[in-house]
């Protein structure tokens, strides 16, 4: 079983729709968890951190399960340039313990 | 501006040679990372600093090996053992949790 692991898609919605993302991790003892956006060709870029209590920022929200050791992205009202690979990043309690699951792809049809 | 710099942005290695990949940051930032993304995969740990004059192995560290004499820069040296280098290959800096990427370097062999 991969540590971090991903629904790779991809994910075609039309503009305007609502879609979400799961990634679930295997090591209760993970600490930190991210979401990174990463465009065709180019780095990723972080796009949110995920804390307990759930964080929004715009049209986007994360949350985090701890108990089902899962942490989800949703995107209301999406746009044609949210279209990109989305990563999930777990983080343990030392730099060599940053895993990154293999990315969902999400593409936005007009 | 502050941010990461990393050089060139495509190198061309052939059959049993070393090349060095360059990465700079100037964003004090202490931690430094490499990874290496191949397509369709997640970003595996090649090494990573987290501080000047001291370095770790990462998961796929073979064939590879790396510097830290001063804090901006962690140059990446891809030697003639690793026997499949084609990959993206990207650097990163960190201040506490959250990481910042550079541009990313793709080596092709010829």
Redesign the interface.
């Known amino acids: 079983r991969k540590e971090v692991e991903q629904d790779p898609g991809p994910f075609n919605v039309p503009e305007g729709a609502t879609v979400a993302f799961n990634c679930t991790y295997s090591n209760s003892a993970s600490q930190s968890f991210f979401w990174y956006r990463q465009d065709c060709r180019k780095e990723p870029k972080l796009l949110m951190s995920v804390y307990s209590s759930g964080n929004e920022d715009g049209r986007f929200t994360a949350q985090l399960n701890r108990a089902s050791q899962y942490i989800s992205l949703l995107i209301r009202d999406s746009k044609l340039s949210d279209s990109a690979t989305y990563l999930c990043v777990v983080r343990g309690s030392s730099a060599s313990k940053i895993i990154f699951g293999s990315g969902t792809r999400l593409s936005i049809r007009p | 501006d502050g941010g990461i710099t990393q050089s060139p942005k495509y190198l061309f290695r052939k059959e049993g040679q070393n090349v060095t990949l360059s990465c700079e940051q100037n964003l004090n930032h202490d931690?430094m990372?490499w990874?290496r993304q191949d397509p369709?995969?997640?970003?595996?740990?090649i090494y990573?600093s987290?501080i000047v004059n001291d370095f770790?192995k990462?998961d796929i560290a073979e064939g590879y090996s790396v510097s830290r004499e001063k804090k901006e820069s962690f140059p990446l040296t891809v030697t003639s053992a690793q026997k499949n280098p084609t990959a993206?290959y990207?650097c990163a800096s960190?201040n506490t949790?959250?990481?910042?990427?550079?541009?990313?370097t793709r080596l092709l062999v010829l």
């Not at chain 2, 949790?97 to 990313?104: I, K, L, M, S």
């Open positions: 931690a990372y990874y369709g995969q997640g970003l595996r740990l990573y987290q770790q990462g993206f990207l960190s949790e959250t990481q910042y990427f550079g541009p990313g």
